[in-house]
C-alpha cells in the first residue's frame, strides 16, 4: 500500500508542474499594517517581506506558523516536549522577534513565545514579516526582527466564507476534523467582522517503517490528539477618509497532548504530558485620528491573558501522578499595555515619527492544587523617534533611535515545601539605533542596505525558571545585544520578480540553553540559560518567482544560514538549519482549477548544545488541487508528505508521515 501511494505522489508531482496566477491580494487594514505612515512612497520598509492570504490559501497552510514557513530565512522549530511550534528568524528564536496581531503585541508574558501552530488564518489579510533592519517604532525587544499578522477588513454589505475538511491516514481513518468561517459586512461609515475555526485532531499518523519502541507502540503518535478553537471578532467606525476606530476582541481556547520522546539518545527520558486548556483571550482598541491638515496620531491600547494547566503523568497510561516526576502546573497570565505613535510631514520629502510604548507584565503559577501562587512582574517602556528624509526621488535615508527599559518588580520562588522565598530582581536599559537607506535604481530595481543595533531583555522564563526539573535559573541573566548589517536588491525583469540579502549580526551576551551536569537537576538532561559571549549569524537569503505563462509558476527560495559561538565554539547554536530551500510550481490546469506541488528541504540541526542530539536533514514534498464547483463550492484535496518521509525538527519527535486530505467551502 505505501509503494502504491508513493508512486501516485511521485505521478502528481511530474504531473502538476505549477501555481496558477497570483490572485488579487486581499483588502488589508490601514490600521494593522504598522508600517503604513503618511508619506512613505511605500507602505513596507528597506527589507520587509509580506506573505498574502491568498499565497497562505493556495499552498494549504493552515496555521501561522505554517505560513511563516514560506518565507526566505525563517525556519520552523518544534520544542517536541511542550509542543510548541515556534519560529526561528535568521537564527533569532520566538523571544527574540516581536509578534503582532494589527500592531499590539501579543505573546506569553511568561516566555515571550507563543505557540504558533495555535493560531489559525481565517482572518488574517497579511502577514508582514521585517528582518535586520526592523524600524525602532515597533517598540522594545525586537533584537531580530518583528511579525505583524495584519487582519481583513470587510469590503462588501455582505461576505464571508465557510468551510469544511478532514484527513485521511493511509489506512484509510480519519484522524482530524475541522471547520470555520467567517462573515462580514461594511456599510461605509462602519464595518464589522467575526470568524470561528475549529479542529478535532485524535492523532496523527509516522511515516511508514518508522523504529517503534515502548513509548511509541504503532503507527498512530502516541498521546498526539489536539483540539483547537479560534474566535475573533471586530467593529470598525470610519468616520471619514482619514479616521478610524476600531475595537477587537479574540479567543483560543484549545487543549494539547504531547507525544513522549521516541528517540533514542542516552539519558533523556519520555514525559507523559497533557494540557486539559491552554487559553488565550485578549481585547484592543486602535485609533488614527488626522491631527491639522498632515499630522496623524495612532493609538493602540490592548489587555491580553493567558492561562494553561500541563499535568504530568506516572507513565504512558495517563492515570496516576505519583512519582516525583509527576506534578500538575498552571499558569494564570495576564498583559495590558498600550503604544502610540505621531507622525509629522514636514514636506513632501521629509517626515518625523515619534512612538512610545507602555506594558505590564504579570505572569502566576501554582504547582499542584494545595501550593501557592508564585507571582512574577515585569514592566517595560520605549520611546522612539524616527526621520525620513528624501533627497530626491530616489534616494531615501531614514535614521531612528529609541530608548528601552525593562523593570524587574516582583520574583517569587516556590520552595519544595511550599515555601515562597524572594528571587533577586533587577533593572535594565538599552538605547538601539538603526540607519536604512534604499536607492531606486531604476522603475523595476530597488537596492536597500542598512545597519542597526537592537536589544532584547531576558524575559521571566529567562531568568527564573526551573523548567519543570530539567533547569537551574540565572536570576542575574544580562539583555542580549546585536549589531546588524543588511544590504538587499528587489527588482522585476520581464516575467521574472526576484530578491537578494545579505545579513550578518555580531551578537553580545547572547542567551541560550547551556547544557549542564544532569545531577543538578531533578529531571535530567539539564540546562541552565546562560549569557554565552559573543555569537555570530550571517547568510544569504535569494528569493524569485517566474511566469512561463499565464498558466505556469515557478517560485523558489532559499537561505543559508551560518550561526557561530563566538566566545564558546564547544557550545553549539541550536534548531536552526544551515541551508533551507522551498520550490513550489503552480499550474492553472483549466478554468477556476490549478495544481500546486511544493517541496521543503532543510539540513540537520542540533537539538541539544552539546550536540549529542541531532535532527537529520529532510525533503519534504505537498501536492494540492484547488478550484470551484459550478461556481458555487470550492474544493481542495492533496497530500501532505507525500514521499512519506521520516523528518523531525527535534531529535526524538518525529513529525506526521503521509497524510491526505480534504476540504469544501463556499465564498459569498
Known amino acids: 500500500m505505501r509503494k502504491f501511494f508513493g508512486t501516485v505522489a511521485i505521478g502528481v508531482l511530474c504531473a502538476a508542474a505549477a501555481p496558477a496566477a497570483e490572485t488579487p491580494a486581499t483588502e488589508t487594514t490601514p490600521l494593522g499594517v504598522v508600517e503604513v505612515l503618511g508619506a512613505s512612497p511605500s507602505p513596507l520598509p528597506a527589507g520587509a517581506e509580506v506573505v498574502s492570504i491568498d499565497t497562505i490559501e493556495a499552498l494549504g497552510r493552515r496555521n501561522v506558523a505554517e505560513a511563516l514557513d514560506l518565507l526566505p530565512g525563517v525556519t520552523r522549530q518544534n520544542f517536541g516536549q511542550r509542543r510548541d511550534t515556534l519560529i526561528n528568524l535568521r537564527g533569532f528564536d520566538s523571544r527574540e522577534v516581536t509578534l503582532y496581531v494589527d500592531g499590539v503585541p501579543v505573546y506569553v508574558p511568561y516566555d515571550g513565545n507563543?505557540?504558533?501552530?495555535?493560531?489559525?488564518?481565517?482572518?488574517?489579510?497579511?502577514?508582514?514579516?521585517?528582518?535586520?533592519?526592523?524600524?525602532?517604532?515597533?517598540?522594545?525587544?525586537?533584537?531580530?526582527?518583528?511579525?505583524?499578522?495584519?487582519?481583513?477588513?470587510?469590503?462588501?454589505?455582505?461576505e464571508g466564507r465557510a468551510y469544511a475538511g478532514f484527513d485521511v491516514d493511509r489506512s484509510?481513518?480519519?484522524?482530524?476534523?475541522?471547520?470555520?468561517?467567517?462573515?462580514?459586512?461594511?456599510?461605509?461609515?462602519?464595518?464589522?467582522?467575526?470568524?470561528?475555526?475549529?479542529e478535532d485532531a485524535d492523532y496523527y499518523v509516522l511515516p511508514g517503517g518508522y523504529p517503534y519502541s515502548k513509548n511509541q507502540?504503532?503507527?498512530?503518535?502516541?498521546?498526539?490528539?489536539?483540539?483547537?478553537l479560534n474566535l475573533s471578532g471586530k467593529i470598525g467606525w470610519t468616520p471619514n477618509a482619514t479616521d478610524e476606530y476600531a475595537l477587537g476582541i479574540y479567543r483560543v481556547h484549545d487543549a494539547k497532548q504531547?507525544?513522549?520522546?521516541?528517540?533514542?539518545?542516552?539519558?533523556?527520558?519520555?514525559?507523559?504530558?497533557?494540557?486539559?486548556?491552554w487559553d488565550k483571550d485578549g481585547a484592543y482598541l486602535i485609533t488614527r485620528t488626522r491631527l491639522g491638515d498632515s499630522a496623524t496620531l495612532r493609538v493602540r491600547a490592548y489587555y491580553d491573558t493567558f492561562r494553561n494547566e500541563l499535568d504530568s503523568y506516572d507513565d504512558a497510561t495517563y492515570t496516576t501522578m505519583k512519582r516525583p516526576y509527576a506534578f500538575r502546573s498552571m499558569y494564570d497570565d495576564h498583559t495590558y499595555g498600550a503604544n502610540a505613535d505621531f507622525e509629522q510631514?514636514?514636506?513632501?520629502?521629509?517626515?518625523?515619527?515619534?512612538?512610545?510604548?507602555?506594558?505590564?507584565?504579570?505572569?502566576?503559577e501554582q504547582s499542584s492544587a494545595i501550593a501557592p501562587w508564585a507571582t512574577f512582574k515585569d514592566r517595560t517602556f520605549s520611546a522612539g523617534v524616527e526621520h525620513e528624509w528624501r533627497p530626491d526621488a530616489r534616494w531615501t535615508l531614514t535614521p531612528g533611535v529609541s530608548w528601552n527599559e525593562q523593570q524587574g518588580q516582583r520574583a517569587e520562588n516556590l520552595l519544595a515545601n511550599n515555601q515562597i522565598v524572594p528571587f533577586a530582581v533587577h533593572d535594565d536599559t538599552a538605547v538601539n539605533g538603526q540607519v536604512a537607506a534604499t536607492l531606486q535604481m531604476t522603475e523595476d530595481v530597488q537596492l536597500y542596505?542598512?545597519?542597526?543595533?537592537?536589544?532584547?531583555?531576558?524575559?521571566?522564563?529567562?531568568?527564573?525558571?526551573?523548567?519543570?526539573?530539567?533547569?537551574?535559573?540565572?536570576?542575574?541573566?544580562?539583555?542580549?545585544?546585536?549589531?546588524?548589517?543588511?544590504?538587499?536588491?528587489?527588482?522585476?525583469?520581464g516575467a521574472l520578480h526576484y530578491q537578494a540579502a545579505l545579513f550578518n549580526s555580531e551578537l553580545q551576551d547572547a542567551i541560550q540553553a547551556v547544557t549542564i551536569a544532569p545531577t543538578l537537576c531533578a529531571s535530567p538532561p539539564c540546562a541552565q540559560n546562560q549569557n554565552i559571549g559573543d555569537a555570530r549569524h550571517r547568510g544569504v537569503e535569494l528569493a524569485g518567482s517566474y511566469a512561463f505563462n499565464a498558466s505556469l509558476t515557478l517560485r523558489a527560495n532559499y537561505t543559508w544560514l551560518d550561526r557561530k559561538n563566538i566566545s564558546q565554539?564547544?557550545?553549539?547554536?541550536?534548531?536552526?538549519?544551515?541551508?533551507?530551500?522551498?520550490?513550489?510550481?503552480?499550474?492553472?490546469?483549466?478554468?477556476?482549477?490549478?495544481?500546486?506541488?511544493?517541496?521543503?528541504?532543510?539540513?540537520k540541526r542540533y537539538t541539544t548544545s552539546d550536540a549529542k542530539r541531532i535532527a537529520g536533514g529532510f525533503?519534504?514534498?505537498?501536492?494540492?488541487?484547488?478550484?470551484?464547483?459550478?461556481?458555487?463550492?470550492?474544493?481542495?484535496?492533496?497530500?501532505?508528505?507525500?514521499?512519506?518521509?521520516?523528518?523531525?525538527?527535534?531529535?526524538?519527535?518525529?513529525?506526521?508521515?503521509?497524510?491526505?486530505?480534504?476540504?469544501?467551502?463556499?465564498?459569498?
Do not use: M
Not at 172 to 198: E, F, I, K
Not at 217 to 228: F, K
Not at 258 to 277: D, E, I, L, N, Q
Not at 456 to 475: C, M, W
Open 569 to 603: 565554539p564547544a557550545v553549539r547554536l541550536t534548531d536552526t538549519p544551515r541551508e533551507k530551500l522551498f520550490v513550489s510550481l503552480d499550474y492553472a490546469f483549466a478554468p477556476h482549477w490549478n495544481a500546486l506541488v511544493s517541496s521543503d528541504t532543510e539540513s
Open 172 to 198: 484509510g481513518d480519519l484522524p482530524a476534523y475541522r471547520a470555520g468561517g467567517r462573515v462580514g459586512t461594511n456599510q461605509g461609515t462602519w464595518y464589522a467582522q467575526a470568524t470561528a475555526s475549529w
Open 345 to 364: 510631514p514636514w514636506s513632501d520629502n521629509q517626515v518625523t515619527r515619534i512612538a512610545v510604548h507602555a506594558k505590564q507584565d504579570i505572569h502566576r
Open 258 to 277: 504531547t507525544p513522549p520522546y521516541a528517540g533514542s539518545a542516552a539519558g533523556v527520558a519520555a514525559r507523559f504530558w497533557r494540557w486539559p486548556y
Open 619 to 668: 525533503t519534504r514534498v505537498d501536492a494540492i488541487v484547488r478550484g470551484s464547483l459550478a461556481d458555487w463550492f470550492d474544493l481542495s484535496f492533496g497530500v501532505r508528505n507525500a514521499l512519506d518521509r521520516l523528518y523531525a525538527y527535534q531529535e526524538g519527535f518525529p513529525e506526521p508521515g503521509r497524510t491526505f486530505f480534504c476540504e469544501i467551502g463556499k465564498t459569498f
Open 114 to 158: 507563543l505557540d504558533l501552530a495555535r493560531l489559525g488564518v481565517e482572518d488574517l489579510s497579511q502577514i508582514v514579516v521585517t528582518k535586520g533592519l526592523t524600524s525602532v517604532l515597533y517598540g522594545p525587544n525586537a533584537l531580530g526582527g518583528s511579525i505583524n499578522l495584519v487582519s481583513r477588513r470587510p469590503q462588501a454589505t455582505l
Open 217 to 228: 507502540p504503532n503507527g498512530r503518535r502516541a498521546n498526539s490528539a489536539s483540539r483547537d
Open 449 to 493: 542596505g542598512g545597519i542597526s543595533r537592537k536589544t532584547r531583555f531576558p524575559t521571566i522564563k529567562d531568568r527564573y525558571s526551573y523548567r519543570l526539573g530539567t533547569a537551574i535559573p540565572n536570576p542575574a541573566l544580562k539583555r542580549e545585544e546585536s549589531n546588524n548589517v543588511e544590504i538587499g536588491v528587489k527588482g522585476v525583469a
